[in-house]
């Protein structure tokens, strides 16, 4: 009677849900968390919109900036959210959680870390330049986040770059990124990340920091592949990039600890000394990342 007693308690400790298990942080502040300095506001002229008469023409100025338009969570636990500082589900045995396997484990072949993601599009700067992009995304929802083979069904494209003078070719890519800015004809790669295939959470590297900021590149590009976030850099209009201009965005890590801006594909070791500590960095739960993605915004002010 005893042990199934022992067994029924055991039993309610790993199914009920545990929000708050070992995981929290201090939740997003758009004043404190982002990089307003980076924005680098400009006035590039005069440009001209055609009306019709009696006006005929109206004069507006090119602006241009860099957004902070959009947040990335990627997560060692499904439905923690290190926006929010605090989870949303999930129990001790949530299948969609995270998993690392170290180099120090005897399969050393299969190295890997798996993160879900969360994107949380913000309206912080939309007066200024059009942009028709707002919503948020949990990849716990989508089955393609979690499974390789039904990623291959968004980017058929994939069996171009899935051979080893491709993946070779990210080398370039990351000298490009590391140097200065990455090289927008090589949209496959994500600099010191490698692959941006499969565009899943799935990453091989068990350096946690890098496959987590790699997991964040890919939503990035998922985001740009499904039409949930379209390029603005265009004079007029925000146009859809299945195939993403990668030098148009830089991004930042603000959790568990706040970092400089850095181009997509940069090594991670360039920022993350003491980034992840065990257990808890300075603004959250170790492991349990938040991204703060900027894009290159260019519109001329008189279009509609």
């Known amino acids: 009677m005893q042990n199934s007693v022992s ?3 055991v039993l309610c400790l790993l199914l009920a849900p545990s929000p708050s298990f070992a995981k929290s942080g201090t939740p ?4 404190t968390d982002i990089h307003w300095s980076e924005i680098d506001f400009s006035i590039e002229g005069v440009c001209f919109c055609p ?3 009696p006006v005929f023409m ?3 100025i090119i602006v241009s900036y860099w957004e902070p338009f959009l947040l990335l969570d990627t997560s060692s636990i499904a439905f923690y959210s290190a926006m929010l500082g605090s989870s949303v589900g999930g129990t001790l045995t949530d299948e969609l959680g995270g998993k690392n396997k170290s180099s120090d484990a005897v399969d050393i072949a299969n190295e890997s870390t798996f993160a879900q993601s969360h994107a949380f599009l913000l309206p912080l700067m939309a007066g200024i330049c059009d ?4 919503g948020t995304w949990w990849s716990e929802y989508d089955p393609m986040w979690q499974n390789d083979e039904l990623a291959a069904l968004l980017t058929p494209d994939v069996s171009l770059f899935a051979n080893k003078a491709m993946v070779m070719g990210c080398m ?3 000298t490009a990124a590391n140097a200065g800015w990455p090289l927008d004809a090589m949209p496959w790669c994500v600099g010191s990340g490698g692959s941006v295939y499969p565009m899943t959470g799935h990453v091989d590297n068990d350096n946690i920091v890098q496959a987590n900021a790699t997991a964040a590149y890919r939503m990035l590009y998922k985001l740009n592949r499904i039409g949930m976030i379209c390029d603005p850099f265009p004079l007029c209009g925000c146009v859809q990039t299945p195939v993403w201009i990668k030098s148009h965005y830089k991004m930042n890590v603000a959790r568990p600890d706040i970092r400089d801006v ?3 594909g940069r090594a991670t070791s360039t920022y993350d000394s003491g980034l992840n500590p ?8 170790n492991d349990e990342f938040l991204w703060v993605v900027y894009r290159m915004q260019r519109c001329c002010t008189c279009c509609e």
Do not use: C, K, V
Request: charged share 15%.
């Open 262 to 264: 850095y181009p997509i």
């Open 28 to 31: 997003f502040n758009p004043i």
């Open 131 to 134: 942009r028709n992009d707002y």
């Open 58 to 60: 109206e004069t507006g």
């Open 7 to 9: 067994m029924f308690l």
């Open 172 to 174: 370039a890519d990351a």
């Open 51 to 53: 009306r019709p008469p």
């Open 278 to 285: 065990p257990y808890i960095g300075a603004q959250g739960s």
